[in-house]
């Protein structure tokens, strides 16, 4: 019975382990297939892209969308941008979710539920566009950089994760053993909460660098001027002109089709010139993601 048993059980593994095989690359699939096509799309020709010929190869292979993108001078200087304002936006953020996360993770904090509240609160409810805009305007933050970092600095639910980091997986004797010897709660946190917390670092990095990076609409409202546009708000200004220039151009010579089918590849392009640098830093820290987030997951 017990080897008949041993068996079944064995058997059962089996299939189990090859239907979550079979349903993960199901979902990677799922998941990673739009991106792929539009890597295929973005060097097809589009009238073999609408006509469904492209699938899992290019069709038609043409660089006229990278071309058209990169002819224009402002994607140099919008990368730059989106650099300058990703790394300083991401160091801000993090450093204002770690100021305000570690002190809402110490119990014995004066008012910790009400502030905890507060911050709560902020997540669903807020003061609207216009007033916000007001407010920025009235600091004379109208195209200045910091419009972009101030009006979010504390990411709600990013602190929340932080917080419940430090709450789960901070040895509080630790702390303890530290300020018996003397160091103050400035070098505690630094010297021993800060790098003890690099998994969730990593994470809260990835996540201020991709929107960050991905922000194009805060920009839109408070950076009027072109030269301090970052790479998104770039790429949407030059799809809106080559959208305006085809639909006024004359269908006289096929003129028409040809500013369209240039359209249609700078989409495509774009997506992936916008894309490509998250995708080249994510398996860098890739590592730490997993442990990062679930460690700061709520525990029972």
């Given at each position: 019975m017990n080897n008949q048993a041993k068996k079944?059980?064995?058997l059962s593994d089996r299939v189990s382990?090859?239907?979550l095989v079979v349903l993960c690359v199901v979902i990677v699939f799922v998941v990673?297939?739009?991106?792929?096509?539009?890597?295929?799309?973005?060097?097809?020709?589009?009238?073999?892209v609408y006509a469904?010929?492209?699938?899992?190869f290019p069709s038609g292979f043409n660089l006229d969308g990278y071309k058209a993108v990169f002819a224009d001078n402002s994607i140099v200087l919008g990368y730059w941008n989106s650099i300058k304002y990703t790394v300083i936006g991401t160091i801000f953020s993090v450093v204002m979710i770690y100021l305000t996360a570690y002190p809402l993770s110490i119990k014995t904090l004066p008012g910790r539920k009400f502030i905890s509240l507060f911050f709560i609160i902020t997540m669903?409810?807020?003061?609207?566009?216009?007033?916000?805009?007001l407010t920025v305007k009235n600091t004379g933050l109208i195209n200045?950089?910091?419009?972009?970092?101030?009006?979010?600095?504390?990411?709600?639910?990013?602190?929340?994760?932080?917080?419940?980091f430090f709450e789960n997986s901070i040895p509080k004797e630790l702390i303890e053993a530290a300020e018996i010897d003397g160091a103050s709660k400035w070098r505690t946190f630094l010297q021993i909460v800060v790098p003890l917390s690099k998994p969730v670092l990593a994470v809260m990095v990835v996540f201020s660098m991709v929107a960050y990076w991905n922000d194009w609409f805060t920009a839109l409202i408070y950076l009027p001027d072109d030269q301090m546009a970052p790479l998104p708000l770039v790429l949407r200004n030059i799809l809106i002109q080559s959208s305006a220039s085809a639909s006024q151009a004359s269908t006289i010579s096929g003129g028409y089709a040809e500013l369209s089918k240039l359209t249609e590849s700078i989409k495509f392009s774009s997506i992936i010139?916008?894309?490509?640098?998250?995708?080249?830093?994510?398996?860098?820290?890739q590592k730490y993601f997993k442990k990062g987030f679930m460690a700061g997951a709520v525990k029972g």
């Open positions: 079944t059980k064995g382990n090859i239907i990673a297939y739009p991106l792929y096509y539009v890597l295929v799309a973005s060097v097809s020709d589009p009238y073999d469904g010929k492209t699938f899992l669903y409810f807020g003061g609207g566009l216009v007033p916000t805009y200045n950089m910091w419009a972009l970092f101030l009006p979010g600095g504390v990411a709600v639910g990013n602190m929340i994760i932080v917080r419940n010139v916008a894309a490509a640098p998250m995708l080249v830093f994510y398996p860098f820290v």
